[in-house]
């Protein structure tokens, strides 16, 4: 079920990608929408994932002192 998701978003995002292309080639009206609304949706994206960044800097996910890392020791030998 959920590979069928993936791929069913991964057949939007190609066909997306396709109309950003054919839109650019001046293609039909139809194809400037799902390319605006593509781009569209890139940018928000592109947005969430900046502010996330920040977010993250500002707040460290753990506020434990120490060096930090797994928590394990030893040296792998």
């Known amino acids: 079920m959920v590979g069928a998701v993936l791929v069913g978003l991964l057949v939007?995002?190609?066909a997306g990608c396709g109309c950003v292309v054919w839109a650019q080639r001046?293609?039909?009206r139809w194809a400037r929408v799902v390319a605006a609304v593509t781009l569209g949706a890139g940018e928000l994206l592109r947005?969430?994932?900046r502010s996330?960044?920040?977010r993250?800097?500002?707040d460290p996910p753990f506020l434990g002192g120490g060096g930090g890392g797994d928590g394990g020791g030893g040296d792998g030998a």
Do not use: K
Request: charged share 40%; glycine share 20%; net charge positive.
């Open 12 to 14: 939007l995002v190609l």
């Open 26 to 28: 001046g293609g039909p």
């Open 47 to 49: 947005g969430a994932a």
């Open 52 to 54: 996330r960044r920040r």
């Open 56 to 58: 993250e800097r500002r």
